[in-house]
C-alpha cells in the first residue's frame, strides 16, 4: 500500500477522538504536522495529553458561526486534506427527543457542518486541491431503534460531501464517505461489552487511521464521491441477524 | 483604486480561470454569453475577489443572480422594474438598469464591467 502524503495542510475536523488521535500519531510518524480541531476544552486537553506540542490544536465549534468565522479567519496555512471526524451522539426513540435538543443537535452536525464545508471548499478552492475525507457510520445505512438522530444527520452529512465531489470535481477538490462499523472507541467499545459475539467485526482505530491515510494518498483519491464501507462485514451480519436494516 | 486598476485585476482573474488572454476580455463583454463563464467559474471568481481585493462579495449581487425574479416581482407588485433594480443593485448606474431592461429577452446580461462597478462599489463602502 502507497502511504505517501505528497502535500502539507492536514486538518482534522474532531481531532479529540480516539481516531482523530491514532490519525495525529500517523501522520507525525511520516512527518506531518496536523491541525487538530477540539469543541471543548476536555478536547484540548486529551489532544495535549496525548500527543504533546507536535500537533496544532484550534477551537471550533460547528455550533457555532462565530466560531467557524473565527476559525477561517485565523486559518494561516493552506488545507489540503480535511478528515471530519467530529459526530455528537444523540440517543432516543424519534418520537421522545426532546424539540430544543433535536434543533440544537441538527445545528451542530448537519446546518453547522454544511457552513463550515461551505469555506473550506472556498479556501481550497484558491489552491485547486483539496480531499476531504467524511467518517461516518454504518447508522447512516441502517438504523437501530434509539439511532434516528444520529443516522439520519450522518446520512445528510454525507450528502453533503457527495455534493461538494459532484460539484467541485473539475477545481480538483474531491471527496470521500468512510461508513464505518464498531470501532474499538468511545461509544463502540462500551456496546460490543454488551453484544461480545461482535467482538470480531470490530475494528481498532488505528485500523480506521490506517486507512484513512490511505484514502489521502494518490491511489487513495482514486477513491471519489462515493462511499466505502470498512465494517468487516458487520453490515451483512446485521442483515443476517435481522438486528436492523432497510 | 480607481476603475481602470480593479478591471486589470479583474481580467487578471478571469483569464487565469477560463484560461484565456485577458486580452480577450472587455468590460462590455457578457460573462456568459461572450465567455462561457459557468456557475463553477462565478464561484471560484468570488473567491478570487475575495482575496484580491479584500471584500466580502455577495454573490447574488455582484452576478446579478436574482435578477429575473427582481423584475417578476416588480411586475407583479405592479412597481417601476427600474426602480426594483436599482434598489436591488445599487452599483449600477441608471443608463446601465435601462440597458439590462432592453436586453433581458437575449439571454443572460451579465457583463464584466458589472462585476467590476460591484467591486467599485464595495471598495468605496469600506
Known amino acids: 500500500m502507497v502511504r505517501t502524503i505528497e502535500r502539507e495542510g492536514f486538518f482534522v475536523l474532531g481531532g479529540s477522538s480516539d481516531i482523530g488521535i491514532s490519525l495525529a500519531r500517523l501522520l507525525l510518524e511520516r512527518g506531518k504536522r496536523p491541525y487538530l480541531s477540539h469543541a471543548t476544552s476536555r478536547g484540548k486537553e486529551k489532544i495535549m495529553d496525548e500527543l504533546g506540542e507536535d500537533v496544532r490544536c484550534v477551537h471550533l465549534d460547528l455550533s457555532s458561526r462565530d466560531s467557524i468565522s473565527s476559525f477561517f479567519s485565523s486559518l494561516d496555512l493552506p488545507v489540503s486534506y480535511l478528515v471530519d471526524l467530529a459526530h455528537e451522539r444523540m440517543e432516543s426513540l424519534f418520537a421522545s427527543a426532546a424539540d430544543k435538543l433535536i434543533y440544537s443537535y441538527y445545528l451542530s452536525n448537519v446546518a453547522g457542518r454544511a457552513i463550515f464545508l461551505k469555506y473550506m471548499v472556498r479556501h481550497m478552492l484558491k489552491g485547486r486541491w483539496g480531499r476531504m475525507i467524511f467518517v461516518s457510520s454504518c447508522a447512516a445505512r441502517f438504523i437501530n431503534p434509539g439511532q434516528s438522530y444520529y443516522a439520519s444527520s450522518k446520512a445528510a452529512s454525507e450528502a453533503l460531501y457527495h455534493a461538494i465531489g459532484v460539484e467541485m470535481a473539475p477545481r480538483g477538490i474531491s471527496t470521500l464517505v468512510l461508513r464505518l462499523g464498531y470501532v474499538r472507541a468511545g461509544r463502540g467499545d462500551s456496546f460490543l461489552k454488551e453484544h461480545p459475539f461482535l467482538e470480531e467485526v470490530a475494528l481498532t482505530c488505528e485500523e480506521v487511521a490506517e486507512a484513512i491515510l490511505f484514502f489521502c494518498t494518490e491511489r487513495g483519491r482514486c477513491f471519489s464521491s462515493t462511499e466505502v464501507v470498512m465494517d468487516r462485514g458487520f453490515c451483512s451480519m446485521l442483515k443476517k441477524l435481522s438486528l436492523g436494516g432497510r | ?126
Open chain 2, 1 to 126: 483604486m480607481d476603475r481602470g486598476e480593479i478591471l486589470v485585476k479583474i481580467r487578471d482573474i478571469l483569464g487565469e480561470i477560463l484560461d484565456i488572454s485577458p486580452d480577450e476580455i472587455y468590460p462590455s463583454s457578457y460573462m456568459i454569453r461572450d465567455l462561457k463563464v459557468e456557475s463553477i467559474d462565478l464561484l471560484e471568481m468570488a473567491v478570487a475577489l475575495n482575496s484580491v481585493f479584500g471584500i466580502d462579495v455577495d454573490e447574488d449581487m455582484a452576478f446579478l443572480k436574482q435578477l429575473r425574479l427582481v423584475v417578476e416581482r416588480a411586475k407583479e407588485e405592479e412597481r417601476d422594474r427600474g426602480v426594483a433594480l436599482r434598489e436591488a443593485f445599487p452599483h449600477l448606474g441608471p443608463e446601465r438598469i435601462e440597458e439590462i431592461l432592453s436586453e433581458m429577452e437575449d439571454g443572460p446580461v451579465l457583463k464584466v464591467g458589472d462585476v467590476v462597478a460591484y467591486v467599485e462599489w464595495e471598495l468605496e463602502k469600506s
